[in-house]
């Protein structure tokens, strides 16, 4: 079965210290890959995501994510994090199989100020 | 448009009580999903629909019924409520499940839910 595992629980950075939040996922297939945050009080939104092409993708915020297929991963980068960046970060993938949307158990990201 | 609306924002159930958690969206997907979120676990698929009138069973569907009777609408029943489902839900939607081209889950803001 597919799982995805992310290896931080809790972070805790100073504002413009550099970001990476690991995420490993077990697929041999062809997989799109996610990354979701999720503010404080508020709903999840998707971060970036790789489906195919370029295998470092830039999302909003200043955020990046490598995909490392040999290495099963899509980390999640950021050079200087802000105080608004705190929040809880999922991975998520899914299979052209199943299509469905499984999640890691999320990493909660505290920048303090 | 509204996205993907869910009511109520938070509920307190007393044990074996009923109830409904709506989820709407506007934006023609035909996708629809139900997760649990529970801390440290991430969130779990309950159930999901491709399609009015076709339901599917997700990772943790226990508990839990649901119906697709337009596209618009996809409500979750819990019809005996239990501890084990204090939770916070979310209704998700999408264009596609088959993510060929990598389509994204739009999120509504959530249903926290305690049983007592």
């Known amino acids: ?9 809790h972070v805790i950075l100073s504002e413009a210290a550099s970001l990476e939040l690991g995420c490993n996922y077990s697929y ?14 508020q709903h ?8 195919s092409g370029d295998p470092l993708v830039k999302g909003i915020k200043g955020f990046e994510a490598e995909f490392i297929k040999s ?43 | 448009n509204a996205g993907v609306t869910q009511t109520p924002k938070f509920r307190i159930l007393k044990i074996g009580q009923s109830m409904t958690l709506q989820c709407a969206q506007d934006m023609n997907h035909n ?20 399609g009015a009138g076709i339901t599917d069973k997700g990772e943790v569907p226990n508990g839990y019924n649901v119906s697709r009777s337009t596209t618009e609408d996809f409500p979750l029943r ?12 979310f209704c998700a939607s999408s264009y596609s499940s088959r993510n ?7 999120f509504g803001p959530g249903t926290r839910l305690l049983v007592l």
Not at chain 1, 1 to 9: D, G, P, R
Not at chain 1, 84 to 98: G, L, P, W
Not at chain 2, 36 to 50: A, E, W
Not at chain 2, 78 to 89: D, H, M
Request: charged content about 10%; some cysteine; hydrophobic content about 35%.
């Open chain 1, 28 to 41: 041999g297939g062809t997989v799109n890959l996610f990354w979701y945050v999720q503010y404080p009080g």
């Open chain 2, 100 to 106: 060929t081209q990598g389509e994204t889950q739009y």
């Open chain 2, 31 to 50: 996708y629809m999903y139900w997760y649990r979120q529970d801390p440290g676990m991430g969130l779990k698929l309950i159930y999901y629909s491709v």
């Open chain 1, 1 to 9: 079965a597919q799982s995805v595992s992310q290896h931080n629980h």
């Open chain 2, 78 to 89: 819990l019809e005996l409520a239990a501890p084990s489902q204090t939770s916070v839900y």
């Open chain 1, 71 to 113: 290495k099963f991963s899509f980390n999640l980068r950021k050079p200087s994090v802000q105080w608004s960046d705190t929040a809880e970060y999922f991975c998520a993938v899914t299979s052209s199989n199943t299509g469905k949307l499984i999640f890691g158990q999320g990493t909660t990201l505290q920048v303090k100020p």
């Open chain 1, 44 to 51: 999840l939104q998707l971060l970036l995501k790789y489906f």
